[in-house]
């Protein structure tokens, strides 16, 4: 039997501060996963796991500040989580004293409102029941068309976790949460070429994910639509980015807003608070605590509580996204963003990221394009963070006079994101949830193509 | 620091660490196997992982991390089950066979299992002294501070360093229902070296370095094996803050030798892994015999290079490394693959069984995948473009195995004007088809080299450590996304 989860990171801290810690917190997270794939009629995997993790981090007392270790193990038997507290402030004693480091000042989180992060009823859904919704999707991606030749297969996923946070200041919490989700990924092909896409639903209960056989059909859409793609000639012109694309964009951007990136002036966004860096139509929120959102949390990593926040305000950048240390680097309080699972440092971290919804839909955004490049899917990792440069490669689709013309593989798109920000156009007016990062689709009036 | 860390031998460590033996591996296995299975297999693991991190000048955290944990699997024709818990007992051992078996239905065909051997690996390609993660963190700090010094002293533009000593000490014990009983120790070392530039008019660029592989950690730590590196990312940085925008078009291109091997990895690599070519969802899918490269090419995947960040003594399903010729002068030879995809296609594993951890399933993954030494000069590969790219250096690379389409990043770049190497550019993304590109290497340079020991590949969620290495090769008109129309 497994001690009780408060219980044991209640006794890793009383160690940590008897072998000489001047402040402690630590983490421990439970989970139980359960994941299924079907391909074609045939079940692909089964996979079922219990996991759990305790993390610690311990400060020691320095003349100018603090000196700090993070260690982690997944055994939990008592004279581990001993052993692991006293190697914790041993390692701390080796590292150089540092005046910012810390445990938050105070202000723990105190209320713990209920986020609906989980559905009870959710824990009783049988593997039977998995297999079937996996089954549902891979067979109307496979039946949508005769042009769907093949799979990668369809899965079925479900984790319940229980996350517990304490430090030596007197916090001690604990919260559960879920995720569930459906995906499929099927092939299309004609004239001997294969084109593959995959869509997918993911949320807090099962109860808000799309059916199966919405996700198998909106899939098998995806990869019909990339049939027939090629090259188009190098140019400049203005890009739509789908909902699915402007999603990714706004991860390189997050990367940017993050305080270590700032105080480390690694970010081309460094001493640009309540600069105007955007489009005035683009406004980005930031909201630890939304109903049921896949990002929320009731405290962050460090017990500080989650809120909402908006980071940048009608093109001005408000708030960087901040935790309690690169808060105190740049003198400014921590903004509820530490994330911290077992095994990693508290960094900073999104909660639930969105860019606003605005006046378009996506249609009228391509009917209002004379020429330009609709981009359906980003790949590749060329993003400079230090400078905004971007430049990776897309699949999409080619527009001519407000109309689709033909799907577009084999290009990439560059711009500087700095630059880029402020081309933005238009807004789309339609907000899809696929994660904790959720845009609509974005205009941007001019980037280089590269191409034939 | 850490008694945990001793290692024992893999044997031992399943006795001493987990309080099992023999018998209840074989027990274990007979649970998985009381339905109708082809094959199952336990993979014990205990691993020990720590960092230590530089910034601003001091280091300011230690990391330490163990994860342990068994994960157990039942194959049945395609279909596996796979059930894993980091509570290694009996119990929990049964608990996860009996997950496992789930994919199955029908009796049991299989009599009683018995494990054999001494567990010892065929080969010993990295033997070490000392484990990293023994080696005293006094000593890797004292190298991160030396290495501020020597980069912060050795041009007034770097403004910021960042460099970390990060090592891992993985011991593994896997058992199957063939008898199959085989353990390996797997050290693995990594030192990294960032820093940012900034000229006097405030333009800041960044430059990274880093080595490393399953070696002694001392041979890093040691100034011969650290300043190359440091040395390297001031160097790449301050080429930088020179390089202009990139253009953007077709061209030819010409990759330096190392690590621009990631172009075979992402080009061509993963559409050979055996997964994919059982589904039919490569583009190389049924093509072996064809030819799908220039002549002259030839490629290799090797888990066997003493010393490599992609080698290994046996893969994570027991089955010892090997050479394995994927691209023989332009023909496609061979796949690459694990046990399930080998038995389904009716061939052998080729020692491609990878995973994660413990707490994943095994798929067929490269090791160190290069590319041959050709005849050609390098010096006489750039003369021989008149208009055109030259890149020696690459962040990440991603492919869609599906379309071949794959694309990657350039961190260190030059046009090339005239036959001569002229002026850095940044921002080079390189975009193409992996069933065509090798088509269009048109020169082979005498110059091959591997990688310095810092890729990592993902795959399915899932990342493993591999090597990767190229000749100076030309290939001509490759896409290049840049800014510059």
């Not at chain 1, 045939?42 to 000196?67: C, S, T």
């Not at chain 1, 909402?308 to 003198?331: C, F, H, N, P």
């Not at chain 2, 950690?217 to 094996?225: I, N, Q, S």
């Amino acid at each position: 039997m497994t001690p009780d989860l408060l219980e044991t990171i209640r006794r890793a801290l009383g160690r940590a501060q008897r072998a000489g810690a001047y402040a402690a917190d630590a983490v421990l997270v439970e989970s139980d996963s359960v994941e299924v794939r079907v391909r074609g009629e045939e079940i692909d995997f089964v996979k079922q796991a219990r996991e759990r993790a305790l993390g610690i981090r311990a400060f020691v007392k320095g003349a100018d500040g603090l000196r700090s270790a993070i260690t982690s193990t997944s055994d939990l038997a008592w004279d581990a989580v001993d052993r692991l507290a006293d190697d914790t402030v041993a390692l701390a004693k080796a590292t150089a004293e540092d005046p910012h480091a810390g445990l938050p000042d105070g202000s723990f989180a105190a209320d713990l409102p209920d986020l609906e992060l989980l559905d009870p009823s959710d824990r009783d859904v049988s593997l039977e029941e998995r297999i079937d919704e996996a089954r549902r999707a891979e067979r109307t991606a496979r039946g949508f068309d005769p042009r769907i030749t093949n799979s990668e297969g369809s899965e079925a996923t479900s984790s319940f976790s229980r996350i517990g946070c304490g430090n030596t200041s007197g916090f001690l919490a604990e919260y559960e949460s879920a995720a569930h989700s459906l995906s499929s990924m099927p092939i299309a092909s004609q004239d001997g070429a294969m084109q593959t896409d995959h869509w997918f639903s993911v949320a807090r209960h099962r109860s808000a994910l799309e059916e199966p056989e919405a996700v198998g059909c909106r899939a098998a859409e995806r990869a019909l639509a990339r049939l027939g793609a090629r090259r188009v000639p190098t140019c400049k012109v203005p890009v739509i980015f789908d909902g699915v694309s402007a999603r990714s964009l706004l991860g390189n951007l997050a990367s940017c807003l993050s305080g270590y990136a700032i105080y480390r002036r690694s970010s081309f966004l460094a001493d640009r608070l309540e600069e105007t860096i955007a489009s005035e139509l683009l406004s980005v929120v930031d909201d630890g605590r939304l109903p049921a959102g896949l990002g929320s949390r009731p405290f962050d990593g460090e017990g500080l509580p989650t809120r909402r926040k908006v980071v940048i305000e009608r093109g001005k950048l408000e708030t960087y996204l901040l935790d309690s240390y690169s808060g105190r680097k740049l003198e400014m309080a921590s903004t509820g963003n530490a994330a911290r699972s077992a095994g990693s440092s508290p960094r900073v971290s999104p909660t639930n990221l969105w860019i606003e919804p605005g006046a378009s839909s996506l249609e009228e955004m391509i009917a209002g394009t004379e020429r330009g490049l609709l981009v359906t899917g980003l790949f590749g990792f060329g993003f400079n963070a230090v400078t905004g440069d971007f430049s990776r490669g897309a699949t999409g689709v080619w527009i001519e006079r407000g109309e689709r013309i033909h799907p577009v593989e084999e290009i990439t798109i560059a711009g500087n994101l700095g630059e880029m920000l402020t081309k933005i156009d238009a807004v789309g007016s339609e907000l899809i949830w696929l994660g904790s990062v959720a845009a609509p689709a974005l205009r941007i009036s001019r980037m280089t193509v590269a191409g034939e | 620091m850490s008694h945990a860390a001793r290692s024992a031998t893999p044997l031992t460590l399943l006795r001493d660490r987990f309080g099992m033996d023999f018998h209840s591996l074989e027990a274990v296995i007979e649970t998985a196997l009381s339905r109708r299975v082809d094959h199952a297999d336990l993979f014990f693991e205990y691993t020990t992982r720590d960092a230590v991190v530089l910034e601003e000048g001091i280091v300011k955290s230690g990391d330490r991390h163990l994860e342990q944990g068994v994960g157990v699997r039942a194959q049945a024709g395609e279909r596996q089950g796979y059930a894993h818990s980091d509570e290694v007992s009996d119990q929990s051992a049964m608990l996860a066979a009996a997950t496992a078996r789930a994919i199955s239905e029908g009796p049991s065909s299989a009599g009683a299992v018995a494990v054999r051997g001494s567990g010892a690996p065929p080969s010993d390609l990295y033997p070490v002294r000392t484990a990293p993660t023994e080696v005293p963190v006094g000593a890797k700090i004292a190298v991160l501070n030396a290495i501020d010094s020597h980069v912060r002293r050795s041009d007034p533009r770097i403004k910021q360093v960042m460099a970390s000593v990060v090592a891992e000490h993985r011991n593994i014990l896997i058992a199957a229902s063939d008898g199959t009983l085989v353990a390996d120790v797997r050290p693995l070392v990594r030192l990294n070296v960032q820093v940012i530039a900034e000229n006097q008019e405030g333009r800041r660029e960044t430059g990274y370095q880093g080595a490393g592989g399953r070696f002694e950690l001392a041979r890093l730590l040691d100034e011969e094996g650290w300043k190359p590196i440091a040395d390297e990312a001031v160097r790449s940085a301050l080429v930088n803050l020179e390089a202009k925008p990139c253009p953007a078009g077709t061209m030819d291109v010409v990759l330096g030798p190392g690590w621009p091997g990631i172009l075979l990895h992402e080009a061509i690599g993963h559409g050979l892994e055996g997964d994919f070519n059982r589904k039919k969802t490569s583009a190389f899918s049924d093509r072996i015999g064809e030819r799908v490269a220039a002549e002259g090419v030839t490629v290799i995947d090797d888990g066997t290079i003493a010393e490599r960040r992609g080698s290994l003594n046996v893969d994570d399903e027991g089955t010892p490394t090997q050479r394995t010729v994927l691209i023989e002068n332009g023909i496609l030879r061979g796949y690459m693959h694990d046990r399930l995809n080998a038995r389904l296609m009716g061939v052998s594993s080729t020692g491609n069984g990878r995973r994660e951890s413990y707490a994943h399933l095994p798929m067929p993954r490269m090791t160190n995948t290069f590319m041959l030494a050709g005849q050609d000069d390098p010096e006489e590969i750039i003369r021989s473009v008149e208009n055109g790219l030259y890149a020696v250096t690459f962040g990440g690379g991603q492919v869609d195995i599906t379309s071949g389409k794959f694309v990657f990043s350039a961190s260190e770049a030059y046009r090339i004007e005239g036959g001569m190497v002229t002026t850095p550019v940044k921002g080079a993304t390189l975009i193409g088809n992996g069933p065509e590109v090798l088509h269009r290497v048109s020169r082979i340079g005498h110059d091959l080299a591997l990688d310095r020991g810092v890729g990592s590949c993902g795959k399915d969620g899932q990342s493993v450590p591999v090597g990767v290495g190229l000749p100076t090769i030309r290939v001509d008109e490759m896409t290049v996304g840049g800014t510059e129309g």
